[in-house]
């Protein structure tokens, strides 16, 4: 993991400690802005350099440490959401957000002596509806200006006034634009199913899949499912949505059939039960379940290496 970058002055610099207390703060924002964890550490990198490079008296200039830093990395975040839209569109397959593990699990990657780093404790992501797989995957369907209007307001509570300044345009402008983003989450929503039973379903889901049941699978789900996979060209994954519960059902009988030696596990997957695939001693799949009715209506399967970095061995062992 990244981490602020440290200031050039002496130790005298003042409120160092509320400044560097913000950086969890800022990934929190950044993650649920950018939907990837190593992107919101990059725009958190660059807003600690950019307070950084500021001499002592503008530093000591600004009334509020927190709220510049806040504004500075959204600010950030606006530009990169921006140009991230062109990256998606040129990204080979389905682009999905970065999976998160559960809390307890996070780890960074092996130390020298074989075990696992635990990250740092202002890397976490606070795991909440607002980073749940389908609330990301509707965020990404929004425009920069829509999705940090927002974040910003419905998520972070800052009010309208604050939230124009940063995103450089009125009041009434981003009250709309909060208004818009709302109504696509409402639409995209489906009825709630509580937690015990989305991971008994995800539980019957692994089970089936173990034993290769194509009809429980079929049965497990929804007949208009859609499962989703990203492996951004590095590792093979379906490039298009595969669509229906039989269709859904041959595929997955068919790729556990190719992988050999290939163990389940269950793991939250953004706050929500979701499965974690090993091979070989490596994660190579974290897929994350909507669940609609009792049945699984859409799955989110990462295989992107490059999206799985904290889920190391001891992570999903």
Aim: glycine share 8%; with cysteine.
């Amino acid at each position: 993991m990244s981490t602020p970058l440290q200031p050039a002055h002496d130790e005298a610099e003042p409120e160092l400690s509320a400044v560097i207390g913000e950086r969890r703060h800022l990934i929190n924002l950044a993650y649920r802005l950018l939907g990837s964890l190593a992107e919101a550490e990059d725009a958190v990198q660059e807003t600690y350099a950019r307070w950084y490079a500021m001499s002592r008296p503008q530093q000591e200039a600004i009334e509020s440490p927190g709220a510049w830093l806040t504004t500075v990395a959204s600010r950030i975040c606006l530009d990169l959401l921006g140009s991230a839209r062109v990256r998606h569109e040129r990204y080979v397959g389905s682009w999905i957000p970065e999976p998160l593990p559960d809390r307890s699990e996070w780890t960074v990657g092996p130390t020298a002596d074989g075990g696992a780093e635990s990250a740092d404790p202002a890397d976490r992501v606070t795991l909440d509806e607002s980073v749940t797989m389908a609330f990301l995957v509707v965020l990404e369907s929004m425009t920069p200006a829509e999705r940090v209007a927002f974040v910003l307001h419905d998520v972070f509570r800052f009010p309208f006034p604050e939230v124009a300044e940063i995103v450089g345009r009125t009041p009434a402008a981003c009250r709309q634009l909060a208004y818009s983003a709302r109504r696509r989450i409402r639409d995209a929503q489906n009825p709630a199913v509580p937690a015990a039973g989305q991971a008994g379903v995800v539980r019957h889901f692994k089970e089936a899949w173990e034993a290769r049941d194509i009809k429980a699978l079929v049965g497990l789900l929804d007949p208009g499912a859609t499962m989703i996979a990203d492996g951004g060209g590095l590792v093979g994954a379906v490039l298009r949505p595969v669509e229906g519960s039989e269709r859904i059902a041959q595929y997955l009988i068919q790729m556990a059939g190719r992988t050999p030696g290939l163990t389940l596990l269950e793991r939250k997957v953004n706050g929500r039960p979701g499965l974690v695939a090993r091979h070989a001693g490596t994660t190579v799949t974290v897929a994350a379940f909507g669940i609609t009715g009792g049945r699984v209506s859409r799955i989110w399967a990462i295989r992107n290496p490059d999206k799985l970095r904290p889920w190391t061995e001891r992570g999903s062992s």
